[in-house]
C-alpha cells in the first residue's frame, strides 16, 4: 500500500476559509475511488514562515490505483486549491510505502 501525503502550510488570514475548503476537498479526493481512506492532522511544529501546516494522508488501493489517480484526476482537483488560494498556501507531495502496520493488542 502506498500513502500518498500532502503536506500543506496554510496562511493565517486564510486558515478558516482552507480548513472548511479542505473538508470538502478530501470527500472529493477519495470519490475517485483512487483510495480506501484519509486522515487530515495538523503538524505540531512552529514553521519560521509562520502559518499553519497540515498533512493529509490519502491510502492508495494500489502503486496502480495512485498512478491511475496521477492519470486521470490529479491535475484538476490540485488546480482547485491553487487558483482558490494561489500565493497564501504552500503544498508539496511525497509518496509513502508502507512496510509493516502493528498495532497494540491488550488481552
Partial sequence: MIIYNVTANIDESIHDEWLAWIKEHIPQ????GKFEKATLSRVLVEEDMGGVTYSIQYRSYSREALDAYYKEDAEKLR?????????????????LQIIDEYTVNFQ
Fill in 29 to 32: 479526493v477519495l470519490a475517485t
Fill in 79 to 95: 488546480n482547485d486549491g491553487q487558483k482558490k488560494f494561489a500565493d497564501k498556501m504552500l503544498a508539496f507531495r511525497t509518496e
